[in-house]
Every structure is written in structure tokens, then in C-alpha cells.
């Protein structure tokens, strides 16, 4: 369970009056998540989920409350955060930020169909052309300087393919710096695993955590969510599920030619970025309560992308 920061149950009972909500019923942490701590939440009014957030700066927070806000208003199924009576959304418990967002219906799917990757590539780019006008500016703090540094501090601790494979990554950086900006922008969610997505059968009902969200290409953005989607156990690309993604997101925002050349290289800087966060999260001193992501997984992934052609984007005519 991914729970850094026990609750005791006065301390929740106190820091949720004021949103008057009703008499706490019951509460438990949640297992899915590496890097906050979550709990659902039971109130008389309803089903709730609290959030500490234990990585980042506290400064980036109201990015995320006023994304998710907008995100909202445009009608996408997000976990918007809450107002207390104050109208403060964000708050502190235990000496951590914190917020109160609805409990969204739907579970989690393990084996994805084509029609959830239809899905999630519709809810994408809805995502995005909710904010591709005027995105809220916030670069990602996994940029491709932090990437760079990382990859440069492990390279030692690798050997054989996977230093192989992780040199001829970082080989790749220093051309992708000036193409990324001339790319078309929008706000990102940046992480759109299956662990942060809900459906009610086959159809998407909620889509949460926003922890990682920027401003950035929004084919960067596609990319993550094609990388967890669509990849088959050894690491290759399912064709169906990828065709199915894509021509969902396509079908809302049309791809254009110019966002062609760079789709192997950016399947491939999201493989990386992810490789690389894994293998620091392995190294963090955790206790038994947390889940830790196996870091093979996204450098199989990246071996498969620099050894295989990638899906066409289906481009606009």
C-alpha cells in the first residue's frame, strides 16, 4: 500500500469539518500510486478521496487545482479538488498539502481492449484541446536536463545493453531541446497509466492524478499513455490497441505532418523518462507499505522502440 503518511482518525475527523460534508463514516489508504499518499474517504455526504502530496514543491499546487478546475468546467471526468467552506481547495494535514477531491465511479483495468485505448485516446485529446489555446504554464520537473543528469549519475551502476541502451538515449537528448517548443502545446497530464484511469465497463468514467501535469507537446503526452497502453508484455507495441488509441485521439484532435518526424524519438523519450524515474524511486529507502515499480519494465519498453518502427500517426488530409 502507498501510504507514506498514516492518518489517525481525530486528525481527519478535524481537518474535514470544515468542508461540511457530514460525519466521518470510514476511511483507508489506497494501494495503487508510488509517489502521494491517498485514501478513500466515507462521509455522510458521499465518497471522497484525500490526498497528500509527498513529492514536488508546494508552489506547484495551484497549477494543479486550477488545471483540474478548468479540466472540470470543459466537462472531462477529472477528481477536481474540493473548496472548504472558506473556499480553500488546497489545504495542509499533517503537515502535508492536501486536498479533498470527489471519489469517481469505476474501476481500473489490467488487460486493456481495443476500446479502452479508444477511449483513453479520445479522452486525451479532448485534454488537450481544453487547454491547447491558452495552457497554464508549468514546465515538468522531468525535463530533459533532469533526464540528462539522471542518465548520467546511473550510467556506472549499468552495464552490458542496458548501458548500451541507456548511452544511446541520452545521445538522442541534445537534439530533441529546440523541437519540443516548436511542437504543438497544450497542458499534459504527463503519467495516463492504467492506474491512473477509471472505466464503467468498456466506457472511461474518470481519469485522476494530476501530480505530474505540465505544459508541454502535447505528442509527448500521447506517447506516455501509447508506451502503458498498448505495450505487450515483452515490451513490443500491440498494433490493434495502438490503431485504436491513435484513430481515438485523432478522430477529436487531427495530427498534422509536422508532429510525423519526431513520433519514434518521442515514444522513446517517454519510454526513458519513466525507465529513469523507476530506477531513482528503487533507490529511495521505502517501507513495506509502498509500491515500488519494476524499472525493467520501461527499459524493455525503450529496447523495443529503438528495434522496432513505431504505429503510423493517422494524419489529417
Known amino acids: 500500500m ?66 483540474l478546475a478548468r479540466l472540470h468546467q470543459a466537462h472531462l471526468p477529472v477528481a477536481f479538488a474540493i473548496p472548504a467552506a472558506d473556499g480553500q481547495a488546497l489545504r495542509e ?3 502535508k498539502p492536501a486536498l479533498l477531491q470527489p471519489r469517481l465511479p469505476g474501476r481500473h483495468v489490467q488487460q486493456a481492449n481495443a476500446q479502452h485505448c479508444r477511449e483513453i485516446g479520445g479522452f486525451l485529446a479532448r485534454l488537450h484541446l481544453a487547454t491547447a489555446t491558452a495552457p497554464l504554464h508549468k514546465p515538468s520537473d522531468r525535463d530533459l536536463n533532469w533526464m540528462h543528469a539522471a542518465g548520467l549519475q546511473r550510467l556506472p551502476q549499468l552495464s552490458g545493453q542496458a548501458r548500451s541502451l541507456l548511452q544511446d538515449s541520452l545521445a538522442e ?58 505495450s505487450r508484455a515483452d515490451g513490443s507495441l500491440d498494433h490493434a490497441l495502438s490503431q485504436a488509441l491513435l484513430a481515438g485521439y485523432a478522430v477529436v484532435r487531427p495530427l498534422h505532418s509536422d508532429e510525423v518526424t519526431y513520433w519514434p524519438r518521442m515514444l522513446r523519450l517517454a519510454c526513458l523518462r519513466f525507465w529513469l524515474s523507476r530506477l531513482l524511486a528503487a533507490e529511495q529507502p521505502r517501507s513495506a507499505a509502498v509500491l515500488v515499480k519494476d524499472p525493467a519494465e520501461f527499459q524493455q519498453r525503450l529496447a ?7 504505429p503510423n500517426l493517422p494524419l489529417a488530409l
Open 2 to 67: 502507498s501510504v507514506y503518511t498514516p492518518l489517525q482518525r481525530d486528525v481527519l475527523e478535524a481537518f474535514l469539518a470544515p468542508y461540511r460534508l457530514g460525519r466521518l463514516k470510514a476511511f483507508r489508504g489506497i494501494a495503487e500510486g508510488t509517489e502521494n499518499s491517498n485514501f478513500f474517504v466515507s462521509l455522510e455526504a458521499g465518497e471522497y478521496v484525500l490526498t497528500l502530496v509527498e513529492r514536488g514543491e508546494q508552489h506547484d499546487l495551484p497549477f494543479v487545482v486550477a488545471l
Open 304 to 310: 523495443q522502440r529503438f528495434a522496432s518502427a513505431p
Open 93 to 95: 494535514l499533517a503537515g
Open 173 to 230: 537528448l541534445p537534439g530533441l531541446a529546440s523541437v519540443l517548443g516548436e511542437l504543438p502545446q497544450a497542458n499534459l497530464h504527463a503519467d495516463l497509466f492504467r492506474d491512473n484511469v477509471l472505466f464503467d465497463g468498456n466506457q472511461l468514467s474518470g481519469v485522476i492524478d494530476f501530480y505530474n501535469a505540465c505544459s508541454g507537446p502535447m505528442l509527448y503526452d500521447l506517447a506516455i499513455a501509447l508506451n502503458d497502453w498498448c
